[in-house]
């Protein structure tokens, strides 16, 4: 039931692009995307609450779709402050619960 | 953003003792918070959803009677870790749904060891 989510980890230079991808067995009704650092508490990304939807925020933007039942993160012109690991929060009907993937590791070096 | 904080932010306790660790949300009401536990290098998993006024609804195999849940008011939610063992050492993370924006605002966590 937890989501899947690939690569697990991933190591970039500053200003190099990423992508990260949330894959469900089951049908989502909204993606949320998270970056934790470590020993410290997720922090709120964005939401993707129809099918096809895109957002975006600053360099970083996501796309939902809800056929495939897959999220993917986007990542462009990578900082040294996105490292962390970043996690989808998957919500399965209307119901606020969150189910979170597998994560991914980011790694951005100078 | 919304601010959610969390009581205490790290504890150590003995086998066989009880830890209660609060969440609060500071500036919004919720009347859904959920509670997580963190393993090292792991995924946030779901323990139960916290449900102002009425009983909280835990995940499949976490056990109610060892972590209760008591969500007294809107801004307040409770878990209790019953007779704690050192399996239970977890990086525990609460979660405030608000209804406004549609977010849920996490707390800054509570690092239990059990010695």
């Known amino acids: 039931q937890q989501p899947v989510q690939s690569p697990q980890a991933v190591i970039l230079r500053e200003g190099e692009d990423a992508v990260i991808n949330c894959s469900s067995s089951?049908?989502?009704?909204?993606v949320h995307w998270y970056r934790q650092k470590h020993g410290e508490a997720p922090v709120f990304l964005m939401i993707l609450l129809k099918g096809g939807e895109q957002k975006g925020h600053e360099k970083i933007s996501a796309s939902f779709n809800e056929k495939k039942q897959q999220s993917s993160l986007y990542l462009t012109a990578s900082q040294l402050s996105y490292s962390g690991t970043y996690f989808c929060?998957?919500?399965?009907?209307?119901?606020?619960?969150?189910?979170f993937g597998t994560g991914t590791r980011l790694q951005v070096f100078p | 953003g919304a601010v959610v904080s969390q009581h205490p932010s790290w504890v150590i306790c003995k086998s066989g003792t009880s830890v209660k660790i609060e969440c609060r949300s500071l500036?919004?009401?919720?009347?859904?918070m959920f509670w997580y536990r963190q393993f090292p290098k792991q995924s946030l998993m779901l323990m139960a959803t916290?449900?102002?006024?009425?009983?909280?609804?835990?995940e499949q195999g976490v056990e109610k009677d060892k972590f209760l849940i008591n969500h007294a008011s809107l801004t307040l939610s409770t878990l209790t870790v019953t007779s704690a063992h050192p399996e239970d050492s977890s990086f525990y993370i609460c979660?405030?749904?608000?209804?406004?924006?549609?977010?849920?605002?996490f707390g800054p966590g509570t690092r239990l060891t059990v010695t």
């Open positions: 500036d919004f009401q919720a009347t859904t």
């Open positions: 929060g998957t919500e399965m009907g209307n119901t606020d619960k969150l189910i």
């Open positions: 979660s405030a749904h608000d209804t406004n924006t549609y977010e849920q605002y």
């Open positions: 089951k049908a989502l009704y909204s």
């Open positions: 916290s449900n102002e006024g009425s009983k909280a609804t835990y």
